[in-house]
């Protein structure tokens, strides 16, 4: 089994730091589910779920394709094609007020707090 340091965010995601390989991930060229070694957790969540990335993500994405949108409807020859592209703009607009209160829904207090569960401690 390779080895490695296995830590679990508040989110329930998991970031895993492999500091060596078993033979059988070499041949299978792949690694390990999960490393036999420490677990830790932290009082964090990854960028995915973080509130203000995933609106930022959110609004980068909807910007860009609005963009495309109102290039593709200035170049649009027909009525036909202009409603057409506008009810693509409005589907969009739903969408990303959809994403946006999803989004909104995640929680996060601002501190950060790495909880190892590998370390010794004297007495």
């Known amino acids: 089994m390779c080895k490695g340091v296995t830590t679990t965010m508040s989110c329930g995601h998991r970031l895993r730091h492999y500091t060596s390989r078993c033979q059988s991930s070499v041949d299978a060229k792949k690694l390990c589910e999960e490393p036999e070694g420490p677990k830790q957790s932290i009082n964090d969540s990854c960028a995915d779920c973080h509130a203000p990335y995933a609106i930022y993500e959110i609004n980068r994405y909807h910007d860009e394709l609005h963009h495309k949108l109102m290039e593709s409807m200035r170049r649009a020859q027909t009525k036909e094609e202009v ?41």
Do not use: Y
């Open 83 to 123: 409603l057409a592209i506008q009810r693509e703009v409005e589907k969009a607009h739903a969408l990303r007020g959809s994403e946006l209160r999803t989004a909104s829904l995640l929680k996060w207090n601002g501190d950060v707090v790495w909880i190892p569960t590998d370390v010794k401690t004297d007495k």
